[in-house]
């Protein structure tokens, strides 16, 4: 029997546990996504002007009350583990904020919390962690509602939160990288939230989602499972959240763009119509690359073929490595911090 992880006696658990928001409360959101990487606590001019920012947000809509949760499960993105039904929930932080590009300012509701994949029988699949950026329509009509997740294979959707349109983004000199968190939190003016409504997906095993027992995380590390759990997250949030009349997009990126031509498929097969597709960083084709293709057939032959290397395994791929299948690696990033 799997032990309860709904306390914080997180050294009791076993290496590899994440502390739930034992180190997180999800009602302090900055982005409802900053994190992930490493690094040291920020400076205290940083840590000031990050605090400023959030304090002008949640001063935004006064009108209306911000719901704080605190989520006390640890969740695990280890293969093998999954997590008892009776911890599962469908809470969520919901906080209000404002955002503003040139002349136009708006009202969005940040919520943060989990949603339960569950199967054609109604079985739960797994618990999976998001955040949705939404506004109200000024039109009178559903708006859009975009549903975005990183590649990998393996990574939460902290990364695209992050960096690209959530309407808030930690502020780099690009390229220049250090670790975080050595940047602030600033107003994103290339967001989409004026246009569509954002949602940030962590598949099981990434970000605070995880497989619910009997299913281990691994359960849904293959092509055909992923896409499966997330066609499932994708109808429960229709669902719960009465979308099923707004425009539909996913937005993959990496290999986020092969999850997206099948996510389509699975989603119009079980009756949800899409509007439209987005790929950044496309790679559909594993073997227009000789190093992915000698890592998806284990032969140095394409690569041999093309460049006229005769050796053994290229500098960092070993043998048994599949590239296109989830079990290669999985790194695992919070979805969401304190």
């Not at 205290?44 to 605090?51: E, G, P």
């Not at 002008?56 to 009108?63: D, L, V």
């Not at 904020?97 to 002349?103: D, I, L, V």
């Not at 967001?191 to 691994?218: F, M, R």
């Amino acid at each position: 029997m799997k032990p309860d992880r709904s306390s914080c006696g997180i050294r009791r658990q076993r290496r590899g546990r994440l502390a739930g928001p034992c180190a997180l409360i999800a009602g302090m959101l900055v982005v409802a996504g900053c994190g992930g990487g490493d690094g040291g606590s920020a400076s205290t001019a940083t840590s000031a002007m990050s605090q400023a920012n959030v304090s002008r947000q949640a001063n935004a809509q006064p009108q209306t009350a911000n719901q704080p949760y605190v989520d006390l499960v640890a969740y695990s993105p280890n293969a093998t583990d999954g997590l008892a039904a009776s911890q599962v929930n469908e809470n969520a932080a919901v906080m209000h904020y404002q955002w503003t590009s040139g002349r136009t300012t708006v009202n969005y509701t940040t919520t943060t919390g989990h949603l339960t994949a569950q199967d054609a029988s109604g079985n739960p699949e797994a618990t999976m962690s998001y955040v949705a950026y939404t506004a109200p329509s000024t039109n009178g009509q559903p708006r859009p509602v975009t549903f975005i997740y990183n590649g990998g294979p393996g990574s939460s959707s902290i990364w695209l939160r992050l960096g690209s349109f959530a309407p808030t983004r930690v502020a780099t000199p690009d390229p220049l990288l250090t670790n975080w968190p050595n940047y602030p939190i600033v107003n994103n003016d290339q967001s989409l939230i004026d246009t569509t409504d954002l949602v940030y997906i962590d598949p099981p095993g990434t970000g605070l989602s995880e497989a619910i027992l009997p299913n281990t995380n691994q359960t849904f590390w293959g092509c055909d499972p992923d896409v499966n759990v997330m066609r499932d997250f994708v109808e429960r949030y229709l669902t719960v959240n009465n979308r099923s009349s707004s425009p539909i997009y996913l937005y993959g990126e990496s290999y986020g763009t092969p999850r997206t031509d099948m996510l389509a498929l699975a989603l119009e097969s079980a009756g949800v119509h899409l509007t439209g597709i987005v790929l950044q960083s496309s790679i559909l084709n594993y073997f227009a690359d000789a190093i992915e293709a000698t890592a998806i057939t284990d032969s140095t032959a394409g690569f041999a073929a093309r460049y006229g290397y005769a050796g053994g395994l290229l500098p960092g791929l070993r043998r048994g490595h599949r590239g296109v299948e989830f079990h290669a690696r999985r790194s695992a990033a919070a979805g969401y911090v304190a």
